[in-house]
């Protein structure tokens, strides 16, 4: 069962008063004549557990929050052991799922009493939680014996209520809880969440913004394209959609332990299709964090989700590709 709003704001709001409790006992055992920067790294590590924690735990805001600190490293505070980032990439890809009954729930809600008989199989078991869902592994009907391979995303119920009420609090406990570096602008990045969280709580939106980028990427013979798979949309409700599934080494494993050339590869794709999907689609993906992204066995990159896009029809700004220093659909 997801955590009421009344019980998700006071676990947001614990963070912060947990960081003054550890500053506190922190002062108590330097003056009891520990080491300093002994007690500095523990009660840091502490407070990175407890915040990787709870983010998970809650999903909804907070952990889209703990997911986009996870990849804009300026963000941090000072952090010599890289706690903060170590803690919160595992935000991208190792989350709890919500129980089946209430999966089942939404299912029927909006594929009807009959859902099943849609599928020729269906693996109760979430294959990966996201910030406001999870994604099932599954067989569609599709003619053939043994049905087409997908991932099925379901929406958590109350995942618009959750989502609202995490913003309003974020703007409070990222900044109190030391988990912004100081100098930050804040503000702009809240508003920014919230209104990124707001369309992605619309699946047959994710689904249009994906056909969008099929369209232009699936079967082209330029080099860019050729080296992208869009998974093919099945079906798409408010709140379930199915796709096709994609298998691959998530780009976060492929970072820390991939070898130099699958790094250098896969950050190449990477860049190239952020900066290509304006002037070949009239779209930005604006959620490149790398739980997103997967390197295919045949060396392409996948890309998995399509929530979050902002529309360009002129492609990239000027300024914006001169800030940069590259072009859009180059390669």
Not at 168 to 193: D, F, M, Y
Request: glycine share 10%; proline share 7%; net charge positive.
């Amino acid at each position: 069962m997801r955590p009421s709003g009344v019980v998700r704001t006071a676990r947001l709001l614990a963070l912060p008063a947990g960081t003054v409790w550890l500053g506190v006992e922190g002062m108590a055992r330097r003056l009891a004549g520990q080491d300093a920067e002994g007690v500095r790294r523990r009660a840091r590590a502490r407070n990175v557990a407890r915040t990787r924690r709870v983010l998970g735990d809650l999903e909804g805001g907070a952990l889209k929050a703990g997911q986009l600190l996870s990849t804009v490293e300026a963000l941090f505070p000072t952090d010599p052991e890289q706690s903060w980032r170590e803690a919160l990439t595992t935000l991208q890809e190792d989350n709890p799922g919500m129980p089946w009954p209430a999966a089942r729930k939404v299912l029927v809600a909006e594929l009807g009493p009959q859902w099943r008989q849609r599928f020729v199989a269906f693996d109760e078991r979430p294959a990966a939680a996201a910030s406001i869902g999870q994604v099932h592994r599954a067989r569609w009907h599709d003619g053939t014996p043994n049905g087409r391979q997908v991932a099925v995303k379901v929406q958590y119920p109350g995942a618009r209520e959750a989502l609202l009420t995490d913003v309003r609090v974020l703007s409070v406990v990222t900044r109190a809880g030391a988990l912004i570096a100081r100098g930050v602008a804040l503000p702009p990045l809240v508003k920014q969440l919230r209104t990124r969280l707001l369309e992605e709580l619309d699946y047959t939106r994710e689904a249009a913004n994906q056909n969008a980028f099929y369209a232009v990427y699936a079967g082209s013979s330029t080099t860019a394209a050729a080296e992208v798979v869009i998974p093919g949309v099945v079906h798409a409700t408010v709140r379930v959609l199915v796709q096709d599934w994609l298998d691959g080494e998530p780009l976060a494993r492929v970072a820390t332990s991939g070898t130099a050339s699958q790094r250098d590869r896969l950050a190449t794709l990477y860049q190239r299709f952020l900066l290509s999907g304006p002037a070949r689609c009239g779209l930005l993906h604006t959620d490149p964090h790398p739980g997103n992204f997967r390197l295919l066995p045949d060396g392409r990159l996948g890309v998995l989700d399509f929530g979050s896009c902002l529309a360009l029809p002129g492609g990239l700004p000027r300024t914006f590709g001169r800030l940069i220093g590259g072009a859009p659909g180059r390669g």
